[in-house]
């Protein structure tokens, strides 16, 4: 007889309610065959659901882990085994849930397994709540004696245990510079100059209207590339006035028919650290996102500046994403950024957002490694 027709005999054994007797046949020929692969990865857990029917979770199990050896991400392995080890009372069931969730698939589930799968999530949620109150707790004494930046980090820790948040690094496109903090929002107290520009938010505002409203100012789309060039996360922005900019400095020279409109704006800017790169920067623009328009996730060129935000004109419901943190951008409140850690934005509503955009020195660099990064960045050619 053929190994097919005897694992069909396995099945039929089964169907007519001889559990014992298909488990047993099950056994047997699984011991026996040297096949691997996904279509004996099934029938280990054919083995599984047998033992399970028969109140034997433990040698469910067994089954389910050799399944598992052959197919390790196969989302029904993955539940099964969760929801055994729930069954078994096993501390490491919940973890086991997390893995199973994560490789849930888009298709739409059968009854039967959508309603396991929907039991799994909300054992998972309580094991995770009960998790985050342990973890708050055994951090409470050294919390206390912490200062805000440190309570931040002890909590982005905890969500990082709890994969609350994915840890983004800073990728680059051209220059990386170690050993430099990886950061997504700085806190304040290394970016004491955005104090500066928030008090002068009602002047640069007023500034940047009049510009528009002036019809003077030369306004450019923020993305340009060449069609050949390989970038086809901009291919919708490219060229397009639907995210546009108002230069004041580009590549390190001042744009004379902008910068002769915004005096204030200008006189708060040259009190800011920003690199000074030939060919590359200082940076500073007026940022113009039109309504209903994405601005896709990507990367920056250079970590060894920070990207800083001063928001003018924001609609509600306007946001930007850096790493794993969401913020809502709000007028007058300003932010230093890593640009070379994955960072996209939204802009929902129906009217215009618009931000002053500006560069500034990464604040671990000291002054001796800025010269070293101003050269050779320079010799380079600039910033891509």
């Known amino acids: ?37 996904s279509e004996m990865a099934a029938h280990w857990l054919k083995l599984a659901g047998l033992r399970r029917a028969m109140r034997q979770p433990r040698r469910a199990l067994d089954a389910v882990h050799r399944a598992l050896e052959l197919v390790p991400l196969d989302f029904m392995a993955l539940v099964m085994r969760a929801g055994l080890l729930e069954r078994l009372g096993d501390p490491g069931a919940g973890e086991a849930w997390g893995e199973a969730i994560a490789q849930k698939p ?70 990386h510079y170690p050993g430099l903090v990886e950061r997504e929002f700085h806190p304040r107290q290394t970016t004491p100059w955005l104090a500066e520009l928030e008090a002068g938010f009602e002047d640069i505002r007023a500034e940047m209207l009049m510009l528009l409203k002036s019809g003077r100012a030369e306004l450019e789309p ?64 007026f940022s113009l996102l039109a309504p209903h328009t994405a601005i896709p996730p990507h990367v920056g060129v250079d970590n060894t500046r920070l990207v800083c935000h001063l928001p003018l004109v ?34 929902p509503s129906d009217a215009l957002r618009v931000v002053l955009i500006f560069d500034a020195w990464h604040p671990g660099l000291s002054s001796v490694e800025q010269q070293a990064v101003a050269a050779m960045i320079a010799s380079e050619g600039g910033e891509g």
Request: net charge negative; glycine share 4%.
């Open 222 to 285: 923020y993305i340009q590339y060449e069609e050949r060039e390989a970038l086809d996360q901009w291919r919708p922005l490219n060229r397009n006035t639907d995210w546009s900019a108002i230069h004041l400095l580009k590549q390190g020279r001042e744009v004379p028919e902008n910068v002769a409109q915004a005096p204030r704006t200008m006189e708060i800017l040259s009190r800011v650290p920003q690199p000074c790169v030939m060919g590359a920067s200082p940076n500073a623009m």
């Open 106 to 175: 888009d298709t739409a589930l059968v009854p039967p397994l959508a309603a396991a799968l929907a039991a799994g999530e909300a054992f998972y949620a309580a094991w995770q709540d009960e998790r985050e109150q342990r973890l708050v707790l055994a951090g409470r004494d050294a919390a206390a004696g912490a200062d805000e930046d440190q309570i931040w980090r002890m909590s982005r820790f905890r969500d990082n245990i709890l994969r609350k948040t994915r840890v983004y690094h800073s990728q680059p496109t051209h220059f």
């Open 1 to 37: 007889m053929s190994t097919a027709a005897t694992f069909a005999e396995a099945d039929r054994l089964a169907a007519a309610g001889q559990l014992p007797a298909a488990a047993q046949q099950l056994e047997t020929l699984l011991a026996q065959s040297p096949e691997t692969g």
């Open 314 to 347: 924001v609609p509600d419901g306007c946001w930007f994403r850096v790493g794993a943190e969401t913020r809502l951008w709000r007028e007058g409140e300003a932010f230093a950024f890593d640009d070379t850690m994955e960072h996209e934005a939204m802009n």
